[in-house]
């Protein structure tokens, strides 16, 4: 079955120029291999939930200034993304998008759950995981995210 995000979600269409985004804010925290990349944070209040789970954060990249990936981020240190959660979202995406095409591995953290979907152009995945097992109970999270992807921009 082939991916279709209908160009990315509904207030977010790939290949579309940062500049034509309003509420994002550069993001100078994370540090991508290659100066074609470009991080944006959303700041506005058009995706406040998704699959009836609170969103925490959402992340844009942008391959030469136009979005090439969408990350929506679930949990915070006060409020864990929760197994429950997890198990609803997935649950939708398996209905709109089908069965996974795969399960991800992960380093630095420990992974509860992770699937992706792979199209000719686009990618899926969505994952939940824990603070590495060496962080103090008491400081770890439990966070996780969807990324939408579309890797027909060339990079």
Do not use: C
Not at 46 to 52: G, V
């Amino acid at each position: 079955k082939e991916l279709n995000f209908d160009n990315g979600l509904s207030i977010f269409k790939f290949g579309t120029n940062s500049g034509a985004f309003k509420d994002i804010r550069p993001d100078t925290s994370l540090l991508l291999n290659g100066k074609s990349f470009t991080v944006y944070n959303y700041h506005g209040d058009s995706l406040k939930s998704i699959f009836n789970v609170k969103v925490s954060d959402v992340s844009l990249l942008f391959y030469q200034d136009r979005l090439a990936k969408i990350i929506i981020k679930f949990g915070t240190k006060s409020n864990d993304y929760t197994l429950e959660q997890f198990n609803r979202v997935q649950q939708a995406l398996e209905g709109k998008y089908g069965k996974y095409t795969g399960k991800l591995a992960m380093s630095g953290a420990v992974l509860l759950g992770g699937y992706r979907w792979r199209g000719k152009t686009h990618s899926l995945e969505h994952t939940r995981f824990t603070s590495a097992s060496g962080v103090k109970k008491r400081d770890r999270l439990t966070v996780g995210d969807i990324s939408f992807e579309n890797k027909d921009l060339g990079y």
